[in-house]
């Protein structure tokens, strides 16, 4: 750490004169330590731990004189080429020297003369673990990170060392820290990946201490060449190791691993399978493991060597390679101050199996006093070229339950949610305190719904500041979803004590579902603002919840249809509670049966009196399309009755019959004309009270074209003039004729026909010079059909084919023509209306 870097103060106590073999030096303090004696306890990938007793003439030290104070323990030996007539010839050799920061510190007991004290010495890493927090890190590799934590507490890069990593490390999306101390979360995250560490002293500063970082052999510390003690009792000034023992123990054969990572379309291959010792038969069974994080399925012929890390053969390999490290145990004791972990030892002697390929230390125990010399007990693995040492790995703590965090969108409190290809949201959890850009506080999280699938399912979409509940698959701090969307005080529930009784789902533009319980009072709203659309239905309410109908309402302000394929039937018939099916319709059939009785029957009369009659097939054939909606027919009911009503104009069309029935009035009014026209005949038949035709104002005129009118009565026919006269004008002959009597006008003659004779009953008869009399005759104009065709393009009915040969087939008579050059002929004009087809002829015909 930055104020480590301090060279050691030398305090009143003399090293030099001191016979201890052990020296305390507390740096910027006035304390002065006499070692009595140590224990430690060093592991790789994790800070080492130094127990130090010491007596002190100060007989209270005060706590601030050692907490947080950077020391150094020395381990020395007396120097056998020490003479003190050899200039400059030290008397003590210096074996190791450890820096560390005091922890904690007991005094034990005092007398008149001195104190006894205890202090626990660590390296400065083990501060790190008074710091507890929860975050969470984004875009950011595991070394990166570590190395971005211990920066966070003064740590310096010359004090860091990932430099010789074999294997690279992706970045992940993101890592959570939960309620885990610093020291604890990077141990955790270095044992996921199987990085491990150990200590050493930097080339250029004795006082500063390195931390390496490594994921394979070639950081151990190799060549260390050591003697195995001589049971024989002969033995030199050289250090060595005894006791050694090996434990072997049946290791898993293999590891399989999986995960499932949704992006994926083929997540099978996320499953791998590793055996790190090429099938050794002392080994037995499959280790599966689910979940470890890793989405592509790596290499398995390239080891580390730039390859990928965190595959899912990286993860099924390092997991074998832990299980490999308890293959086979080695134990061992040694007084060697310089034997720490991550060293090979190459031991010299007649040696058990296991070591002869080299020990690696991977802790230690070690203690010394006054009175005894320094003992290390030693434990390792034999080293090995195809298994690395792993660190333990350290379980991920589970959160259980959900933590709150709101929805993060790149703009505040935006109208739109804010989220990516796969419908995912962007966070921001409450608990994080670390500041990011807005709209990315977190990698993206999925949100989980009732119900999913290909493009369909259920999906509200969050809006920005929106408070939800984060839940973690299988409680991974790193596998987070949103479970639930929450009301809060910033986003108030829509639902509350002052309307309980209903049930509503509407949106932040309004769009809304509201269902209304309250007894007597129960309704279903759907609406949306465009237009104020709604289909309101039950008990209807404004605004205020005030009354205002009930039943059921289809409204808006822009346009509407109803549209139904098969047919569509609409009714006031009573279908009480809804008992019923959906096409019961008996009063309409019977009052569809009722007016097709009446019509035969009065077809029937018309018929009986030469008077052509509605065809009744007709009517009959559209009655049993309305039955069950067996055509696709429109069919109303109103028991009281059924009003149209505009104030501007209203069309019936019909493409065949348009037929009218009632059983009582049928009532045609119209203020301005009334037209009736036909293309063929018009036939009235009444069959009681006759046909009245009154002109109040204006002259009745009875017009036969092309044929004759024919006045019939089986009782008189009177005709009368009030205030004119009548006249009766022929082109060419006038009858009048009763009872085999007669007068004919012809010619400009008149000639009485009189079997009984003639009688003039008047005052006077006048002969004249002759004279005539003439009026007007009409001019009939032939009353033509307004239609006429054009040969057109498909498609394209503004633009007519000039110049097209075509042939018309009427009545299996063949006519040929050709259009002018807008596409219209004479041919294409009819005058009646007729069927026919045509036939365009083309030059390659």
């Known amino acids: 750490m930055s104020d480590q870097v301090i060279s050691l103060v030398p305090n009143i106590f003399n090293p030099i004169e001191s016979q201890n073999r052990y020296l305390l030096n507390i740096i910027n303090s006035d304390v002065i330590a006499d070692v009595e004696s140590f224990t430690s306890h060093e592991a790789l990938s994790e800070p080492y731990k130094y127990t130090i007793r010491f007596t002190s003439h100060q007989k209270d030290i005060p706590a601030v004189s050692l907490l947080k104070q950077y020391a150094s323990f020395e381990m020395r030996v007396p120097n056998p080429e020490y003479s003190e007539y050899m200039a400059g010839s030290a008397l003590w050799q210096k074996n190791r020297t450890v820096e560390g920061v005091v922890t904690s510190f007991e005094r034990i007991s005092t007398s008149a003369d001195e104190s006894l004290y205890e202090v626990i010495l660590y390296h400065p890493l083990a501060l790190m673990d008074n710091r507890r927090r929860s975050a969470i890190y984004q875009d950011i590799a595991v070394p990166d990170l570590v190395k971005q934590i211990l920066k966070e507490h003064h740590f310096e890069g010359y004090e860091i060392n990932f430099d010789e990593l074999k294997w690279v490390y992706p970045r992940r999306e993101m890592i959570t820290q939960w309620g885990e101390t610093d020291l604890q979360f990077i141990r955790r995250l270095l044992s996921e990946v199987g990085i491990w560490f150990r200590f050493e002293k930097h080339p250029k500063h004795d006082d500063i201490v390195t931390m390496v970082f490594a994921d394979s052999q070639s950081l151990y510390l190799l060549n260390n060449h050591i003697k195995l003690y001589n049971e024989a009792g002969m033995s030199g000034n050289d250090y060595s190791v005894k006791e050694l023992k090996a434990r072997h123990n049946v290791a898993t054969a293999s590891v399989m691993v999986k995960n499932y990572h949704y992006p994926l379309r083929n997540y099978d291959t996320t499953t791998e399978t590793a055996d790190a010792t090429r099938g050794d038969d002392t080994t037995h069974g499959e280790q599966y493991f689910y979940s470890d994080i890793h989405n592509e399925p790596g290499n398995r012929y390239e080891i580390g060597n730039g390859q990928m890390a965190e595959t899912s053969y990286f993860y099924a390999r390092i997991r074998h390679e832990l299980f490999l490290n308890a293959q086979t145990r080695l134990t061992a004791i040694t007084d060697s101050p310089d034997v720490t972990p991550g060293k090979e030892l190459d031991i010299d002697g007649n040696l058990p199996a296991a070591f002869t390929n080299g020990f690696v230390v991977t802790a230690m125990t070690a203690s010394g006093s006054r009175k005894n010399a320094y003992r290390s007990e030693l434990s390792g693995i034999p080293y090995s070229e195809d298994v690395c040492y792993r660190p333990e790995r350290l379980p991920r703590p589970v959160i259980t339950g959900t933590v709150p965090a709101r929805v993060s969108a790149m703009e505040y409190n935006g109208a739109t949610a804010h989220i990516d290809a796969f419908g995912r949201y962007r ?92 007894r007597d009072q129960e309704h279903i709203k759907l609406a949306t603002e465009y237009g104020k659309t709604q289909v309101n239905t039950g008990h209807l309410v404004d605004s205020s919840g005030q009354k205002r109908g009930e039943g059921f309402e289809v409204r808006t302000d822009f346009y509407g249809a109803l549209r139904a394929d098969k047919g569509l039937h609409i009714t006031t018939e009573t279908q009480l509670r809804a008992n019923g099916k959906q096409l019961d319709m008996a009063a309409t059939v019977a009052q569809l049966t009722a007016a097709l009785t009446l019509a035969k029957s009065l077809a029937a009369s018309a018929t009986s009196c030469d008077t052509p009659a509605t065809d009744a097939g007709k009517q009959q054939a559209l009655s049993q399309g309305v039955n069950q909606l067996a055509a696709p027919v429109i069919a109303l009911y109103g028991d009281a009755g059924i009003a149209q009503t505009t104030p501007k104009t209203a069309q019936i069309s019909a493409g065949e019959n348009v037929i009218t029935t009632s059983h009582k009035d049928t009532s045609l009014n119209a203020f301005g004309r009334f037209t009736v026209a036909a293309a063929e005949l018009v036939s009235v038949f009444v069959r009681k009270a006759g046909i009245l035709l009154t002109a109040a104002g204006g002259p009745i005129h009875l017009k036969a074209q092309k044929d004759e009118i024919k006045l019939t009565a089986f009782g008189d026919v009177i005709t009368t003039s009030s205030s004119g006269r009548i006249s009766f004008n022929a082109k060419k002959e006038v009858v009048l004729m009763c009872g085999g009597a007669g007068l004919r006008i012809k010619n400009g003659e008149v000639e009485i026909i009189a079997p009984q004779g003639v009688t003039f009953k008047t005052m006077d008869v006048r002969y004249l010079p002759k004279d005539s009399i003439q009026e007007t005759l009409p001019v009939f104009k032939e009353g033509e059909l307004s239609h006429q065709f054009l040969l057109h393009a498909p498609g394209e009915p503004d633009h007519g084919l000039p110049n097209q040969k075509f042939e018309i087939f009427k009545n299996g008579v063949k006519t040929a023509g050709i259009t002018d050059a807008n596409g219209h002929s004479d041919l294409l004009r009819p005058s009646e209306l007729e069927s026919y087809s045509i036939k365009l002829i083309h030059d390659d015909e």
């Open 427 to 518: 966070i921001k959890f409450h608990f994080d305190l670390a500041e990011w850009k807005k709209g990315f506080e977190s990698a993206a999280v999925r949100l989980a719904r009732p119900y999913a699938g290909d493009t369909y399912g259920f999906h509200f979409p969050l809006l920005d500041n929106t408070e939800v509940a984060i839940a973690f698959d299988q409680g991974d701090p790193e596998r987070p979803y949103i479970a639930h969307a929450l009301h809060d005080a910033t986003n108030p529930d829509l639902v509350t004590n002052q309307n309980n009784t209903r049930n509503v789902i509407r949106t932040p533009r309004n769009n809304k579902l509201r269902m209304e319980d309250k």
